[in-house]
Nanobody, 115 residues
Framework: QVQLVESGGGLVQAGGSLRLSCAGS????????MAWYRQAPGKQRELVAG???????KYGDSVKGRFTISRDNAKNTVYLQMNSLKPEDTAVYYC?????????WGQGTQVTVSS
């Protein structure tokens, strides 16, 4: 089993910044991918950014150049630095861990960007 705990969400004005954190615990495999997804009301869950244990990253088109994903393998923690936030970034952000031992999700953290 893997447990993921997100933190760092909140309310911010357009143009502002937030940093999300996701700490993993339990049976963390050294080779894995951790990612952030988001889901806005009435919309499908979408990939925001992902990072492999070796450091390779992937971003959704809507956040390229504004968001940065990083990780600390020693702490099993992934971060999402979100800059130049827009109202359309408002969503529940979910952390995801995927490896040979399964696919796990955090409980989600709300990010609200006011105009």
């Amino acid at each position: 089993q893997v447990q993921l705990v997100e933190s760092g969400g909140g309310l911010v004005q357009a143009g502002g910044s937030l940093r999300l954190s996701c700490a993993g615990s339990g049976s963390i495999f050294s080779i894995n991918v951790m990612a952030w997804y988001r889901q806005a009301p009435g919309k499908q869950r979408e990939l925001v950014a992902g990072i492999f244990s070796g450091g390779v990253t992937k971003y959704g088109d809507s956040v390229k150049g504004r968001f940065t994903i990083s990780r600390d393998n020693a702490k099993n923690t992934v971060y999402l630095q979100m800059n130049s936030l827009k109202p359309e970034d408002t969503a529940v952000y979910y952390c995801n861990y995927a490896a040979r031992n399964g696919d796990y999700w955090g409980q989600g953290t709300q990010v609200t960007v006011s105009s």
